[in-house]
Each structure stands twice: as structure tokens, then as C-alpha cells.
């Protein structure tokens, strides 16, 4: 079945150091691949998202490409802040492109 | 922020009692979901579905139960709480070919 493999947190930065967060799944047909972000106490929002083969997803300084050769999707930023801690989450979308399946997210810790 | 509401937010309750969260949208979308969060397991789909009385199970439906009687209510029931039901529900909602939007979530405690 589908599945979606994403690096061991948690993942500590100093401020404006460079992030990248691997993310690899396995999939039948051509999904669509996600970037959601969780801050602590609350819900998912997403971040990112990219529908097809080398499509470029970004958002707030964060960015993502569609690599179906490599069948990636690595999440990555040039300076992080403080208030980009949180637990990211790499999703692929599943069940004829209703449903979603999550790898097991990455804690991010940013200092000053 | 997408209009969806979770209730209860937290809750507390025995092993053997049966507990029902509700999900509420006010955006009259067409699909919606009920996920759990653990650690070391990310988000796992329980149950959905894609319009009034229809529902479909997901990864983790085993012990849980659902039901859509208008678009805007996604309930989940545990008929018979046990403690491995211990976890952070979160319901979320789409369209077709949308990404999904997600509720700020529901912190069950099962003693």
C-alpha cells in the first residue's frame, strides 16, 4: 500500500541556519504530495502542496519539489526562525485523492 | 481559519464507557474525516466520508463507529472506551482535489 517515510526528529536549528527535511513515500498512480504543520496545541495547517511530477511547492519561505524519479519531496528553507518550531508533517493523498496518509511527522526546534 | 469546531476539546472518561465526539463545519463541504494522532505514528485515518450517510472506514476503524446525518455534523463514537483509544482526534474537511483543512483537535483521555 501507500506509505510515507519522513526523517527522525527532532531536528535543532540555531536561527538562520538552512532546514531540510527528508521526506520519501511509496505510491501507486500519481499523487498528490503535502506539507502540513502543526504549532503546539493546535491543528494541522498546510503548508505546501504539489500535484504533479516537478511541480514546486512554497510558502512562507519554505519550499518543496515533486521528484517522481527519486519519489521524493524533501522539505527545505534558507533561514529559519525561532517561530518556525513545530512538528512537520510529509502526506501524500490516497483513496482516489480523498484521504490523506502521514508520515510520522518531525519535531523542529529553532533557538536564538 | 476553516470553520470547523471539535467538542468536547479535552475529556476524561472510564474504560467501558462509550464517549461521542462532534465535528461541526460551517463551510458545506463535501468531505470529511475523523484522524487520530500518536505519538511515533503521525495522523491515522479512521473513518470518513464523502456526503450525507455515506462513510467509508479507514487504516484504524476497529472500535469506532460513525454517522452523517446533515453535511455540517461528522460524529465518531466509541461504543466501549478502552485505554488504547487514548490519543488526539482530529477531524478535517474538503472538496474534491482540495487539500484537507483540519480542527484544532480533541485531547481523549481513557482511565
Known amino acids: 500500500g501507500n506509505s510515507v517515510t519522513q526523517m527522525e526528529g527532532p531536528v535543532t536549528l540555531s536561527e538562520e541556519a538552512f532546514l531540510t527535511i527528508n521526506c520519501t513515500y511509496t505510491?501507486?498512480?500519481?499523487?498528490?504530495l503535502f506539507w502540513y504543520v502543526q504549532y503546539p496545541g493546535e491543528g494541522l495547517q498546510l503548508l505546501l502542496k504539489a500535484t504533479k511530477a516537478d511541480d514546486k511547492g512554497s510558502n512562507k519561505g519554505f519550499e518543496a519539489t515533486y521528484r517522481k524519479e527519486t519519489t521524493s519531496f524533501h522539505l527545505e528553507k534558507g533561514s529559519v526562525q525561532v517561530s518556525d518550531s513545530a512538528v512537520y508533517f510529509c502526506a501524500l493523498s490516497d483513496k482516489g485523492g480523498t484521504a490523506l496518509i502521514f508520515g510520522k511527522g518531525t519535531t523542529l526546534s529553532v533557538s536564538s | 481559519d476553516a470553520g470547523i469546531t471539535q467538542s468536547p476539546r479535552h475529556k476524561v472518561t472510564e474504560t467501558g464507557t462509550p464517549v461521542t465526539l462532534r465535528c461541526h463545519q460551517t463551510e458545506n463541504h463535501r468531505y470529511m474525516y475523523w484522524y487520530r494522532q500518536d505519538p511515533g505514528h503521525g495522523l491515522r485515518l479512521i473513518h470518513y466520508s464523502y456526503g450525507v450517510k455515506d462513510t467509508d472506514k479507514g487504516e484504524v476503524s476497529d472500535g469506532y463507529s460513525v454517522s452523517r446525518s446533515k453535511t455540517e455534523d461528522f460524529l465518531l463514537t466509541l461504543e466501549s472506551a478502552t485505554s488504547s483509544q487514548t490519543s488526539v482526534y482530529f477531524c478535517?474537511?474538503?472538496?474534491?482535489?482540495?487539500?484537507?483543512?483540519f480542527g484544532d483537535g480533541t485531547r481523549l483521555s481513557i482511565l
Open positions: 478535517a474537511i474538503s472538496v474534491p482535489n482540495q487539500p484537507q483543512h
Open positions: 505510491a501507486t498512480g500519481y499523487p498528490s
